[in-house]
Protein backbone atom coordinates (compact mmCIF):
# COMPACT_ATOMS: atom_id res chain seq x y z
CA UNK A 1 0.00 0.00 0.00
CA UNK A 2 0.92 3.61 -0.54
CA UNK A 3 1.16 5.39 2.70
CA UNK A 4 0.60 9.23 3.05
CA UNK A 5 1.77 11.38 5.60
CA UNK A 6 0.12 14.66 6.12
CA UNK A 7 0.96 17.60 7.62
CA UNK A 8 0.24 19.86 9.85
CA UNK A 9 -2.18 17.59 12.09
CA UNK A 10 -3.38 20.86 13.26
CA UNK A 11 -3.19 24.11 11.50
CA UNK A 12 -4.70 27.46 13.74
CA UNK A 13 -5.48 30.10 12.00
CA UNK A 14 -7.30 33.35 11.63
CA UNK A 15 -10.11 34.40 9.08
CA UNK A 16 -8.34 36.23 5.63
CA UNK A 17 -5.45 34.07 5.93
CA UNK A 18 -3.39 32.26 3.64
CA UNK A 19 -2.62 27.98 4.62
CA UNK A 20 -1.15 25.55 3.26
CA UNK A 21 -1.54 21.71 3.79
CA UNK A 22 1.30 19.21 3.07
CA UNK A 23 0.98 15.38 1.73
CA UNK A 24 3.77 13.16 0.97
CA UNK A 25 3.55 9.88 -0.70
CA UNK A 26 5.64 6.99 -0.26
CA UNK A 27 6.05 6.17 -3.75
CA UNK A 28 5.31 8.08 -7.05
CA UNK A 29 1.22 8.74 -7.70
CA UNK A 30 1.74 11.06 -10.91
CA UNK A 31 -1.03 12.81 -10.35
CA UNK A 32 -3.98 10.77 -9.03
CA UNK A 33 -4.17 12.94 -5.92
CA UNK A 34 -7.41 14.60 -4.57
CA UNK A 35 -8.60 16.46 -1.72
CA UNK A 36 -11.47 16.55 0.31
CA UNK A 37 -12.93 19.04 3.02
CA UNK A 38 -15.04 17.35 5.79
CA UNK A 39 -17.22 19.18 8.75
CA UNK A 40 -18.27 17.08 11.66
CA UNK A 41 -21.00 15.07 11.00
CA UNK A 42 -21.25 15.42 7.37
CA UNK A 43 -19.91 13.65 4.73
CA UNK A 44 -16.59 14.16 3.01
CA UNK A 45 -16.18 17.05 -0.04
CA UNK A 46 -14.06 16.64 -3.01
CA UNK A 47 -12.52 20.06 -3.65
CA UNK A 48 -10.05 19.11 -6.09
CA UNK A 49 -8.82 16.14 -8.07
CA UNK A 50 -5.70 15.62 -10.44
CA UNK A 51 -3.46 17.33 -7.81
CA UNK A 52 -4.86 21.02 -8.94
CA UNK A 53 -7.98 20.56 -11.01
CA UNK A 54 -10.78 22.27 -8.92
CA UNK A 55 -13.83 20.21 -8.65
CA UNK A 56 -17.07 22.07 -9.75
CA UNK A 57 -19.15 24.65 -7.45
CA UNK A 58 -15.67 25.17 -5.35
CA UNK A 59 -14.46 28.75 -4.06
CA UNK A 60 -11.39 29.53 -6.44
CA UNK A 61 -9.43 30.02 -2.96
CA UNK A 62 -8.62 26.51 -2.48
CA UNK A 63 -5.96 25.41 -5.27
CA UNK A 64 -3.32 22.48 -5.91
CA UNK A 65 -0.55 21.39 -6.70
CA UNK A 66 2.25 19.01 -6.96
CA UNK A 67 3.08 15.46 -8.76
CA UNK A 68 5.06 12.48 -8.03
CA UNK A 69 5.59 12.66 -4.39
CA UNK A 70 4.17 15.84 -3.08
CA UNK A 71 1.77 17.81 -2.96
CA UNK A 72 -0.13 20.96 -1.70
CA UNK A 73 -3.68 22.06 -0.91
CA UNK A 74 -3.34 26.05 -0.30
CA UNK A 75 -6.67 27.93 0.75
CA UNK A 76 -6.10 31.86 0.44
CA UNK A 77 -7.95 34.42 2.26
CA UNK A 78 -9.72 31.81 4.95
CA UNK A 79 -13.20 32.49 4.97
CA UNK A 80 -15.53 30.92 8.29
CA UNK A 81 -16.83 28.06 6.22
CA UNK A 82 -12.98 26.91 5.49
CA UNK A 83 -12.55 26.08 9.28
CA UNK A 84 -12.68 22.09 9.26
CA UNK A 85 -10.85 19.06 8.47
CA UNK A 86 -8.60 18.51 5.13
CA UNK A 87 -8.12 14.80 3.58
CA UNK A 88 -5.68 14.15 0.87
CA UNK A 89 -6.36 10.33 -1.08
CA UNK A 90 -4.21 8.70 -3.37
CA UNK A 91 -5.93 7.01 -6.54
CA UNK A 92 -3.37 5.71 -8.24
CA UNK A 93 -3.34 2.40 -7.14
CA UNK A 94 -5.29 0.03 -4.58
CA UNK A 95 -5.62 -0.11 -1.85
CA UNK A 96 -7.07 4.05 -2.05
CA UNK A 97 -5.36 5.78 0.90
CA UNK A 98 -6.21 9.07 2.67
CA UNK A 99 -4.18 10.84 4.97
CA UNK A 100 -4.32 11.41 8.46
CA UNK A 101 -6.10 14.54 8.01
CA UNK A 102 -5.38 17.95 9.27
CA UNK A 103 -7.71 20.02 11.02
CA UNK A 104 -8.09 23.72 10.55
CA UNK A 105 -8.97 25.44 14.05
CA UNK A 106 -9.90 29.17 14.51
CA UNK A 107 -7.13 30.85 16.09
CA UNK B 1 -26.40 14.73 -10.34
CA UNK B 2 -25.70 11.53 -8.87
CA UNK B 3 -27.45 11.11 -5.22
CA UNK B 4 -26.26 8.26 -2.70
CA UNK B 5 -28.11 6.84 0.56
CA UNK B 6 -26.99 4.24 2.64
CA UNK B 7 -29.71 1.75 4.75
CA UNK B 8 -28.70 -1.24 7.07
CA UNK B 9 -29.08 -2.00 10.84
CA UNK B 10 -27.32 0.17 12.90
CA UNK B 11 -26.03 -2.49 15.35
CA UNK B 12 -24.44 -5.77 14.48
CA UNK B 13 -23.66 -8.45 17.21
CA UNK B 14 -19.97 -9.16 17.28
CA UNK B 15 -18.69 -12.16 14.72
CA UNK B 16 -22.01 -11.67 12.91
CA UNK B 17 -22.21 -10.29 9.36
CA UNK B 18 -22.51 -6.18 8.71
CA UNK B 19 -24.97 -5.64 5.69
CA UNK B 20 -25.58 -2.23 4.19
CA UNK B 21 -27.29 -1.05 0.65
CA UNK B 22 -26.93 2.07 -1.03
CA UNK B 23 -29.24 3.43 -2.92
CA UNK B 24 -28.47 5.40 -6.35
CA UNK B 25 -30.64 8.32 -7.25
CA UNK B 26 -30.18 10.58 -10.01
CA UNK B 27 -28.79 8.58 -12.65
CA UNK B 28 -28.22 4.53 -13.57
CA UNK B 29 -26.06 2.34 -11.67
CA UNK B 30 -25.30 1.44 -15.15
CA UNK B 31 -23.63 4.15 -16.39
CA UNK B 32 -20.38 3.60 -17.72
CA UNK B 33 -17.12 5.20 -16.27
CA UNK B 34 -18.93 5.09 -12.81
CA UNK B 35 -17.62 2.97 -10.03
CA UNK B 36 -19.17 2.48 -6.95
CA UNK B 37 -17.26 2.18 -3.41
CA UNK B 38 -17.49 1.70 0.03
CA UNK B 39 -15.51 3.87 3.10
CA UNK B 40 -15.72 4.42 6.61
CA UNK B 41 -14.35 5.87 9.23
CA UNK B 42 -14.11 5.04 13.19
CA UNK B 43 -15.47 7.78 15.13
CA UNK B 44 -12.31 10.67 15.90
CA UNK B 45 -10.49 8.89 13.47
CA UNK B 46 -9.34 9.05 9.44
CA UNK B 47 -10.89 7.72 6.37
CA UNK B 48 -10.31 4.02 5.13
CA UNK B 49 -11.37 2.52 1.90
CA UNK B 50 -13.14 -0.58 1.75
CA UNK B 51 -13.34 -1.33 -1.96
CA UNK B 52 -15.46 -1.16 -5.17
CA UNK B 53 -17.56 -2.21 -7.74
CA UNK B 54 -18.01 -1.43 -11.26
CA UNK B 55 -21.25 -2.50 -13.18
CA UNK B 56 -20.08 -5.49 -14.77
CA UNK B 57 -19.60 -6.31 -11.17
CA UNK B 58 -15.88 -6.16 -11.18
CA UNK B 59 -14.23 -5.65 -7.86
CA UNK B 60 -11.31 -4.49 -6.23
CA UNK B 61 -11.29 -4.59 -2.10
CA UNK B 62 -9.21 -3.10 0.72
CA UNK B 63 -6.10 -6.06 1.47
CA UNK B 64 -6.46 -5.76 4.85
CA UNK B 65 -10.50 -6.33 4.78
CA UNK B 66 -10.66 -8.70 1.73
CA UNK B 67 -11.32 -12.16 3.22
CA UNK B 68 -14.28 -10.95 5.09
CA UNK B 69 -15.21 -8.42 2.05
CA UNK B 70 -17.97 -8.87 -0.17
CA UNK B 71 -19.58 -5.80 -2.42
CA UNK B 72 -22.45 -6.51 -5.33
CA UNK B 73 -24.73 -4.29 -7.08
CA UNK B 74 -28.16 -5.00 -7.82
CA UNK B 75 -28.62 -3.11 -11.16
CA UNK B 76 -32.37 -3.80 -11.68
CA UNK B 77 -33.22 -1.98 -8.00
CA UNK B 78 -30.05 0.23 -9.18
CA UNK B 79 -28.04 -0.43 -6.18
CA UNK B 80 -25.27 -1.67 -4.64
CA UNK B 81 -24.47 -3.12 -1.20
CA UNK B 82 -21.84 -4.00 0.86
CA UNK B 83 -21.10 -7.51 3.27
CA UNK B 84 -18.36 -7.85 5.94
CA UNK B 85 -18.51 -11.04 8.08
CA UNK B 86 -16.72 -11.48 12.06
CA UNK B 87 -17.32 -8.49 12.73
CA UNK B 88 -15.58 -6.77 15.80
CA UNK B 89 -15.45 -4.02 17.93
CA UNK B 90 -12.83 -2.64 15.41
CA UNK B 91 -16.06 -2.60 12.42
CA UNK B 92 -18.04 0.09 14.06
CA UNK B 93 -17.70 2.87 12.55
CA UNK B 94 -19.81 5.58 10.20
CA UNK B 95 -19.86 3.72 6.65
CA UNK B 96 -20.01 6.10 3.61
CA UNK B 97 -21.21 4.41 -0.12
CA UNK B 98 -19.33 6.44 -2.40
CA UNK B 99 -19.23 7.05 -6.11
CA UNK B 100 -16.85 8.56 -9.01
CA UNK B 101 -15.98 8.42 -12.62
CA UNK B 102 -12.80 7.82 -13.96
CA UNK B 103 -11.52 10.61 -16.41
CA UNK B 104 -8.90 8.88 -18.38
CA UNK B 105 -7.80 5.37 -19.54
CA UNK B 106 -6.18 4.44 -15.60
CA UNK B 107 -9.62 3.68 -14.77
CA UNK B 108 -8.92 4.69 -11.21
CA UNK B 109 -11.29 8.03 -9.84
CA UNK B 110 -11.64 10.38 -7.07
CA UNK B 111 -15.11 10.68 -5.14
CA UNK B 112 -17.48 13.46 -6.18
CA UNK B 113 -20.47 12.00 -4.72
CA UNK B 114 -21.04 10.31 -1.38
CA UNK B 115 -24.00 9.20 1.01
CA UNK B 116 -24.81 10.71 3.91
CA UNK B 117 -22.94 8.20 6.22
CA UNK B 118 -24.65 5.28 8.55
CA UNK B 119 -23.19 4.80 11.66
CA UNK B 120 -22.95 1.09 12.82
CA UNK B 121 -21.44 -0.07 16.16
CA UNK B 122 -20.25 -4.02 16.49
CA UNK B 123 -21.49 -4.82 20.12
CA UNK B 124 -23.38 -7.27 22.09
Known amino acids: AIWMTQSPSLLSASTGDRVTISCRMSQGISSYLAWYQQKPGKAPELLIYAASTLQSGVPSRFSGSGSGTDFTLTISCLQSEDFATYYC?????????FGQGTKLEIK | QVQLQESGPGLVKPSQTLSLTCTVSGGSISSGSYYWSWIRQPAGKGLEWIGR???????NYNPSLKSRVTISVDTSKNQFSLKLSSVTAADTAVYYC????????????????WGQGTLVTVSS
Open chain 1, 89 to 97: QQYYSFPYT
Open chain 2, 53 to 59: IYTSGST
Open chain 2, 98 to 113: ASGYYYDSSGHQPYPY
